[in-house]
């Protein structure tokens, strides 16, 4: 059974409880991060402690967490765990009071709770073989830079895709791609990588920011712009960016074959270069 971690103590995990009234159950009114663990060390945690801070302050929520002390408990949660390879996940819910729409309390503590997941990234199976994706609407709400846990409308999206034997969903709006269901798209013509620029439409990834620099070590130019459908179709390559599949990539789009329906050149150079830095950086 995993040890987990809630409001300033370890636990078992099915001793760790949080009360019917959190903002996070009534309202979604949370946030979270995923950080990614290789050979036992945190990839990227300084910028998902960055963009913590920010959902936080985009959402109101009166003061922002101590990163060391996360840091201590994303430590201890990893060894407690025995975790080699996987994630810590990181919740920050606006806290405990009556059900009101008005957030009209002061002084209210977060509920900060978290747990690691053992997961293969490395050597991942979708790695190799590369991924499949739909298209959907994208009925998300217009806030999606805030890395909040309203995620109902991807969540149902995903498993659209699964049973109609694809691996993920893409999210369209007027005509445009805007990223995956937990993760950025990307796509490559020629030597260039698009990817959309960052707005209040999509999740600004932490994994996307550490690969733009490995595509310039790689000699191509990330273009940070909208694609449509017909482009994704007509690329050479297609692929994924997050802390749960790093760079991966995507092969299909609903029934067209992308290049030569299988994972691109650049994109296993991407991916290996990514994987090269994060461990080098990791903490
Ligand atoms: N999701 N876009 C969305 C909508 C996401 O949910 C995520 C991450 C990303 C990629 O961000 P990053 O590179 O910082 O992981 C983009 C996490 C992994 C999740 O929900 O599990």
New binding site residues.
Partial sequence: MREVYLNGQFLPEDQAKVSIFDRSLLFADSV???T?IVEGKLI?FK??MK?LDRSMKELGFEKSLNHDEILNFHRQLIKLNNLNEG?V?LQVTRGVFDRDFTISQKNISPTVFAFTQEKKIVESESSKKGIKVMTVDDLRWKR?DI?TTQ?LW?SLAKTEAFKKGFDDAW?MREGYIM??????AWIVRSKNVFTRQSDQL?????????VLNCAKNLGYEVIFKNFTLPEVESAAEAF??????FVTPVIQINEKKIGEGEPGEFTKALRAEYIKQAIKSSI
């Fill in positions: 979270y991060e995923v990614s990227d910028n998902h963009r994630i996940y999606c890395k995620l991807p999210m990223e995956g269901t937990s993760n950025n999509i999740l600004s990834g932490i994994t996307r920011e550490a994924i960016t997050s802390a749960t599949s």
